[in-house]
């Protein structure tokens, strides 16, 4: 099955600057990669997801990029504010090669936002 | 508005105990999933089901069952609990093709 990784685990960076975390995975069939936000005490959300056929992604601060060749895609968050500060996971999965898009998740990084 | 409910919030069992967690959609969705989460894990499939009476087993199914008889709800059994069966549940559920929408979670205590 599939294998992602997530790294970085935990990162902290200051109000304004940037944010990169980085996935990696190893089943080339997978075609949808999500990024889902969770806030303390929280349900995880979807922030954006990119499908294989497009190799980046923006939306206001945060933009995704896909790299299918290298099998891995990373989510960019810039000027960064206290309310970006939660965990993030990263997911992947082969749609149509189930009957479910079951997805595959990174072991989270936890982001915080030092104002 | 996608809502995902979950039976509780916070369970406390003792070992040994069946246990029912419950989940319903009201969006008419096919897929429906269990997780359950772990510090330093992330989200780990249990199982899911891409119809009524149709379930598929995840990356963690030991000790587990399901069952989906109507198409809304989608039942998470633990047959005989266990101290390592400790840890947050989350129920989610997505049409074929679309984002997965996540209900709010079940913490579950293992005694």
């Known amino acids: 099955g599939e294998n992602v990784e997530q790294h970085p685990s935990t990162l902290s960076v200051q109000e304004g600057d940037s944010a990169v975390i980085k996935c990696t995975y190893s089943?080339?069939?997978?075609?949808?990669f999500p990024w889902y936000k969770q806030e303390l005490g929280k349900r995880p959300q979807l922030i954006i997801d990119?499908?294989?056929?497009?190799g980046e992604k923006k939306d206001q601060r945060i933009a995704v990029t896909l790299n299918k060749t290298a099998k891995h895609f990373s989510l960019h968050i810039t000027e960064t504010q206290p309310e970006d500060s939660a965990v993030y996971f990263c997911?992947?999965?082969?749609?149509?090669?189930?009957?479910?898009?079951?997805?595959?998740f990174g072991t989270g990084t936890r982001l915080t936002v030092i104002p | 508005d996608v809502k995902v409910t979950q039976s509780s919030r916070y369970l406390v069992k003792r070992t040994g105990e069946k246990v029912f967690l419950e989940c319903v959609q009201d969006?008419?969705?096919?897929?429906m999933f269990w997780y359950r989460q772990d510090p330093g894990l992330g989200l780990r499939l249990i199982y899911f089901?891409?119809?009524?009476?149709?379930?598929e087993k995840g990356d963690i199914p030991e000790g587990y069952s399901v069952s989906r008889e109507k198409k809304e709800r989608f039942s998470l059994i633990l047959e005989s609990a266990s101290t390592n069966q400790t840890s947050m549940y989350l129920c989610?559920?997505?049409?074929?093709?679309?984002?997965?929408?996540f209900g709010p979670g079940t913490r579950l205590t293992v005694l």
């Open positions: 989610a559920s997505s049409t074929l093709s679309d984002e997965q929408f």
């Open positions: 089943d080339s069939a997978s075609n949808y």
């Open positions: 990119i499908r294989s056929n497009v």
């Open positions: 997911a992947a999965t082969p749609f149509g090669a189930t009957g479910a898009n079951n997805l595959f």
């Open positions: 969006m008419d969705h096919e897929n």
């Open positions: 089901s891409y119809d009524v009476k149709m379930k």
